[in-house]
């Protein structure tokens, strides 16, 4: 396979697993204050992603893929609030293990690395186009 077009399917794996990525900040953004239901009950927890990589036998190119959707152990925060539902009998609930600046800074990455993608998908098709303008205008 020629590199070209290697490059474009490295840089629409890289779209894949970007877009994986943000699909999953969001969730963890949009879930910041999810509590348990119930009084001690496990709020929200925290979504990871893990990357890996996959030799793509057709191109000989190493894609990059999604290795694993997980979770973030990590504790979680107790806030007193005696008036929530999900307040234990001391008054503290417990909270979702994500901070905002964290996913916030994901989500910046994530949204750089997706155009970063996308402009070698636009150059490499670009390129494609001129060598076969090259080929039609030498016959």
Do not use: C, W
């Not at 893990?50 to 191109?59: I, M, P, R, V």
């Not at 008036?83 to 417990?94: I, L, Q, S, T, Y």
């Amino acid at each position: 396979m020629d590199p070209l077009t290697a490059a474009l399917k490295i840089a629409g794996s890289g779209l894949e697993v970007q877009s994986t990525r943000l699909r999953i900040v969001s969730e963890n953004i949009a879930n910041a204050r999810s509590t348990g239901d119930t009084p001690g009950a496990d709020p929200y927890r925290r979504k990871t992603v893990t990357f890996g990589s996959e030799l793509d036998k057709a191109s000989g190119a190493d894609l990059v893929t999604v290795k694993r959707l997980g979770e973030d152990d990590s504790d979680y925060i107790e806030e007193f609030d005696p008036g929530n539902p999900a307040a234990d009998e001391r008054g503290f609930v417990k909270m979702p293990n994500v901070n905002i600046l964290i996913e916030m800074a994901d989500m910046r990455e994530a949204n750089r690395t997706y155009e970063a993608n996308l402009q070698t998908v636009k150059q490499a098709r670009e390129l494609i186009a001129s060598t076969i303008n090259l080929l039609k205008a030498s016959q």
